[in-house]
């Protein structure tokens, strides 16, 4: 699976929007790209995953660059609740092996 | 949707005790199951792949007659850390996948060896 890169850490202020930024620039054509965020003492919880286009959900919005070297996870409306690790994993599709990296430690300030 | 349970949340062992982690799929059947540790500030480490019916495979500097894995039943894995020493002392975590659906991670079990 292809090394994922992530800014150690981000702050964001509550209500505002978070752009959390990963560099996959090994990836191959079958990867995935997937976002999970863990909570302190809690397992991962899986976020949005995507190929090539944008994804949205409930949670966030995936933009995945057009040459898929780099993708960035949105989160809309930053809320205390959604400080957490966040992890960006790429992985071939189906795959449920996935391998973490160190992540990205999003604060969110009231 | 699909929720993976693990047992106990956390528990606390002598040292040279064995203790064993259950990992439960709760609402579909899951032929494999991961088990990963996480030490404080670090990233989780994938440490084994559990196959329903066969032997478990091992990532690499994983000892596989420490940290014995059964997966005897299509919704149940149990991670055995035996002879446990306080370097064990970590947080556990197992993860399975239904078919079509994310990747579902347990809340994890908090290991301490005193």
């Known amino acids: 699976d292809a090394k994922t890169t992530q800014p150690n850490s981000m702050e964001s202020n509550e209500e505002e929007p978070v752009h959390l930024p990963c560099n996959h620039s090994t990836i191959s054509g079958t990867d995935y790209i997937h976002w999970y965020r863990q909570l302190p003492s809690q397992g991962p919880e899986y976020v949005i995953h995507?190929?090539?286009s944008n994804v949205n959900n409930r949670m966030a919005s995936l933009a995945i660059a057009e040459d898929r070297k780099s993708s960035t996870l949105i989160l809309h409306r930053a809320t205390l609740r959604d400080a957490a690790v966040y992890y960006c994993i790429s992985a071939q599709g189906g795959s449920e092996k996935l391998v973490f990296g160190k992540g990205t430690k999003l604060t969110v300030n009231p | 949707g699909a929720v993976v349970s693990q047992h106990p949340s956390w528990v606390i062992c002598k040292s040279g005790t064995s203790v064993k982690i259950e990992c439960r799929s709760l609402d579909f059947q899951a032929t494999t199951m991961f088990w990963y540790r996480q030490f404080p500030k670090q990233s989780l480490m994938l440490m084994a792949t559990?196959?329903?019916?066969?032997?478990?495979?091992?990532e690499q500097g994983v000892e596989k007659d420490k940290f014995l894995i059964n997966h005897a039943s299509l919704t149940l894995s149990t991670l055995t850390v035996t002879s446990a020493h306080p370097e064990d002392s970590s947080f556990y975590i197992c993860?399975?996948?239904?078919?079509?659906?994310?990747?579902?991670f347990g809340n994890g079990t908090r290991l301490t060896v005193t």
């Open positions: 559990s196959n329903e019916g066969s032997k478990a495979t091992y």
């Open positions: 993860s399975a996948r239904d078919q079509g659906s994310p990747l579902h």
């Open positions: 995507g190929l090539t």
